[in-house]
């Protein structure tokens, strides 16, 4: 087993807010696990890399946009496990921060048009088929193995939560949590909020890395995307703002700021019961920050 040391404290939310409405609001600051392996991608790459390793590969293929955080971590991830590492990337050729520290950490970047990309297993088998050292790491780390590193982290809660909120990408983490929650029984409400328009999709990508437990016992919050992927408007650039400053916890706009915003704002909807106990997962993916400014 890949030494996967975390460490993630959860600290406490003193918003005005949650004290208004009498509400006990947490967060587990999975940010500070590493600065590049960050937040969920350390937890979903635990399982990855150790089955990489188990079937003889040494080298990583995987696919991105220019300002993944995924593409980082799993860069910086091989550096330090032994792996090389070969990207993906969306989009025309581009160079900005995120990617000059992938290439610092040995990772090659190939850019694929937006169609191309779309057919991921397809770019692997046509570079990559014949190499038997080569191993397919889908986008975000989609996979059941990324499922499972992230509903570990239920296992080191310090104590028992009503309502447990993550940011949705992928959907991984969210189906990492729900196994890991009825494998427990927990009584614990799980909430996603997609980050991209039209999140619905997250129910059934989360069914498909859980498929024999259904999805009826979460609740998606698709209201809180401010126009897709990576897209700002300034109420949710001036909620992260205010955020940081009033907590030092730093957040960005593309994953915990959506995620922190939609805990305000169904709060202040009344949407909670006063006493309730809500955790946040920080996930991590701060350099998301520099694409958006």
């Not at 609740?219 to 001036?238: C, Q, S, V």
Request: aromatic share 12%.
């Amino acid at each position: 087993m890949f030494p996967f040391e975390i460490y993630s404290p959860v600290d406490t939310l003193e918003m005005p807010i949650f004290r208004q409405k009498r509400l006990r609001v947490h967060m587990k600051r999975d940010d500070m696990i590493h600065p590049f392996i960050s937040g969920n991608k350390w937890r979903k790459l635990k399982y990855i890399l150790q089955s990489a390793h188990d079937q003889g590969k040494t080298h990583l293929v995987t696919f991105g946009g220019a300002w993944s955080n995924h593409l980082l971590a799993t860069a910086c991830a091989a550096a330090r496990f032994g792996f090389s590492s070969t990207a993906f990337v969306r989009g025309e050729a581009v160079s900005n921060a995120n990617l000059s520290l992938c290439q610092l950490f040995g990772m090659e970047l190939r850019f694929v048009d937006r169609t191309a990309y779309r057919d991921k297993a397809t770019l692997f088998a046509h570079h990559f088929g014949e190499s038997p050292t080569s191993y397919f790491v889908d986008e975000g780390g989609y996979s059941a193995e990324g499922a499972r590193g992230c509903g570990e982290l239920l296992d080191e809660l310090p104590e028992q939560y009503d309502h447990i909120f993550c940011a949705c990408g992928t959907g991984t983490t969210l189906a990492g949590l729900y196994r890991r929650k009825t494998e427990m029984r927990l009584r614990t409400r799980l909430h996603g909020v997609p980050v991209l328009k039209g999140g619905t999709f997250i129910q059934e990508a989360v069914h498909r890395l859980v498929p024999d437990l259904g999805t009826a016992d979460i609740t998606l919050h698709t209201d809180y995307h401010f126009g897709g992927y990576a897209k700002t408007k300034a109420p949710l650039l001036a909620y992260v703002s205010g955020f940081c400053r009033q907590t030092g916890i730093l957040i960005e706009p593309v994953y915990t700021g959506k995620l922190c915003y939609a805990v305000a704002d169904l709060a202040a909807r009344d949407y909670f019961k006063a006493g309730d106990r809500i955790l946040l997962i920080h996930t991590g993916g701060l350099m998301g920050i520099l694409g958006t400014q």
